[in-house]
Antibody, heavy 119, light 108 residues
Framework: QVQLVQSGAEVRKPGSSVKVSCKAS????????MHWVRQAPGQRPEWMGW????????NYSQKFQDRVTITRDTSATTTYMELSSLRSEDTAVYYC????????????WGQGTMVTVSS | SYVLTQPPSVSVAPGKTARITCGGN??????VHWYQQKPGQAPVLVIY???DRPSGIPERFSGSNSGNTATLTISRAEAGDEADYYC???????????FGGGTQLAVL
């Protein structure tokens, strides 16, 4: 079945970086764009950016433009999101989400990865 | 940047109809998607492109979009429908995805 499986929870110190992975299976990896969305406790989802898994194009939210990098490995059908210069406000659950073909809805989500930033 | 406004909470009696709104400037000109999120779980797509239902989503979930308001309607509400609901659009002017603030649905 179609699924996205993310890497496990992370704890980082302020100023460091974190890299979260998202392994896709059950569909043609290069046919879909993958997005990354984060959600702080009690807050709305917050979009971070996307990568076109077919041609490697990326687009980042202006809020994270200077700190986020989204990459993909087609042989591993895996997408990665790296966030640098971490601060306590980056503590959140990070999700990868597949974009449907022909519209921009997110039809499949990963299970989420909790990232905690604490000294 | 584009802003989506939702009521923080909506209550509905079991078996009745709940309506959750999502307001935005000329939102009727955009494609609106709705997600259901239960505690500790990832969001689930329940309506896309204003009114289309993904496979596996009950017919009790429907959507509409016109003018400055999009609406998610849940008919014959059940206890299992209790969740947070978020609307989402693509803002072409900023090339960004935007989520609404979310509405907590209580069935009681």
């Amino acid at each position: 079945q179609v699924q996205l499986v993310q890497s496990g929870a992370e704890v980082r110190k302020p100023g460091s970086s974190v890299k979260v992975s998202c392994k896709a299976s059950g569909y043609t990896f290069t046919s879909h764009t993958m997005h990354w969305v984060r959600q702080a406790p009690g807050q709305r989802p917050e979009w971070m950016g996307w990568i076109n898994a077919g041609n490697d194009d990326t687009n980042y939210s202006q809020k994270f433009q200077d700190r986020v990098t989204i990459t993909r490995d087609t042989s591993a059908t895996t997408t990665y999101m790296e966030l640098s210069s971490l601060r306590s406000e980056d503590t959140a659950v990070y999700y990868c989400a597949r974009e449907q073909i022909a519209n921009d809805a997110f039809d499949i989500w990963g299970q989420g990865t909790m990232v905690t930033v604490s000294s | 940047s584009y802003v989506l406004t939702q009521p923080p909470s909506v209550s509905v009696a079991p078996g009745k109809t709940a309506r959750i709104t999502c307001g935005g400037n000329n939102i009727g000109g955009k494609a609106v998607h709705w997600y259901q999120q239960k505690p500790g779980q990832a969001p689930v797509l329940v309506i896309y492109h204003d009114s289309d239902r993904p496979s596996g989503i009950p017919e009790r979930f429907s959507g509409s979009n016109s003018g400055n308001t999009a609406t998610l309607t849940i008919s014959r509400a059940e206890a299992g429908d209790e969740a947070d609901y978020y609307c989402q659009v693509w803002d072409s002017s900023s090339d960004h995805v935007v989520f609404g603030g979310g509405t907590q649905l209580a069935v009681l």
